[in-house]
């Protein structure tokens, strides 16, 4: 699979994924601070952390898969081949 195409398809889930950690981390902030929570949201502030765990699970999922398919593609051999 190309580099690029396996980043684009797991920037999704990356974005997805950051986006829980950083409500779960909202969660304990806000628990912490004694935040009331707005109704239908778990803890306050839950729409600022979300987008910035996203942004940043998105970054680091998607260079980290291009890192190891970067470097196996440099000679180092599969466990397969």
């Known amino acids: 699979m190309p580099r690029a195409a396996a980043g684009c398809l797991l920037l999704p889930a990356g974005f997805f994924g950051g986006g829980m950690i950083g409500v779960g981390i909202a969660t304990i902030v806000g628990e912490l601070r004694r935040c009331p929570a707005p109704d239908g949201l778990p803890a306050c502030n839950t729409i600022e952390y979300m987008l910035a765990g996203g942004i940043v699970g998105a970054l680091v999922?998607?260079?980290?898969?291009?890192?190891?398919?970067g470097r196996r593609g440099?000679?180092?051999?599969?466990?397969?081949?």
């Open 74 to 81: 440099r000679g180092e051999q599969s466990e397969r081949s």
């Open 61 to 69: 999922l998607v260079a980290v898969v291009q890192w190891r398919m």
